[in-house]
């Protein structure tokens, strides 16, 4: 809609990048009227290209590869961007000062929505790089919020699962019990919310069959990427 921002997208992998699409076109009806949503523009680099980096703890190389999209996606009109990756946020030391665009950080704003929730104590779930990275813990802490990894033979399962099954669209009744025992052991060690801090985590978990309630980070993003994207529309209307 052309009084609204547009929203550009970072894709990394495609089953994240696509629920997030997704999200915003859903949510954005209920504000804008039926089948309307802002304008989006995608662009996504080759996912063996980010693997490659982060197994070589290559983050300046990861924010390369951000950087070549968010340009792409600057040339195609974006105002903003968003990135519905959790673990490419730990290259962003390299990534948001050469930005042509300024990016809505997936951590801030589901630290957002945990605080509004009160939440004092969350659980962090996501890839191994993801895991043992700063993206979530210091945004936690900037809030007061307590937070709990995974230990060392959970992170490397649920990183198996998310990079060998999800992100290529499979979703086994095996992970899913893998993923529930796991937030159940959470809870007992005193998380009251857990992070998906995974895009893809939501395919396979929510509320409905959570021990705990989640934080779904995909969704959050899309939802604050569309709420962005119409203030331009708001001030209109006030004027």
């Known amino acids: ?96 000062a050469k930005s042509p665009l300024p990016l809505l950080h997936i951590a801030k704003v589901v630290v957002a929505e945990a605080r509004r929730r009160d939440v004092r104590r969350a659980g962090i779930l996501g890839t191994k790089w993801l895991v043992e990275s700063d993206v979530y813990p210091s945004a936690l802490e900037n809030a007061g919020i307590e937070w709990l990894r995974p230990e060392p033979n959970e992170r490397a399962e649920i990183s198996r699962i998310i990079m060998e099954e999800l992100v290529y669209g499979q979703f086994r009744e095996v992970s899913k019990a893998y993923f529930r025992a796991l937030i159940e052991r959470m809870r007992e060690r005193g998380c009251d919310a857990v992070i998906l801090g995974c895009t893809e985590i939501p395919l396979i978990i929510s509320d409905a069959n959570s021990a705990l309630p989640t934080l779904d980070s995909t969704r959050l993003l899309a939802e604050a990427a569309v709420q962005h994207a119409i203030v331009p529309m708001a001030a209109t209307a006030d004027q």
């Open 1 to 96: 809609m052309s009084n609204c921002l547009t929203i550009g997208i970072v894709a990394c992998s495609s089953e994240g990048a696509a629920l997030c699409y997704r999200t915003i076109c859903e949510r954005s009806a209920a504000l804008l009227g039926p089948h309307a949503h802002p304008e989006v523009a995608l662009h996504g680099a080759s996912l063996a290209e980010y693997v490659e980096a982060l197994n070589a703890n290559d983050l300046e190389g990861v924010a390369a590869i951000m950087l070549r999209s968010a340009h792409r996606l600057a040339d195609a009109g974006a105002d903003f961007l968003i990135c519905p990756d959790n673990t490419i946020h730990s290259a962003m030391d390299h990534f948001e």
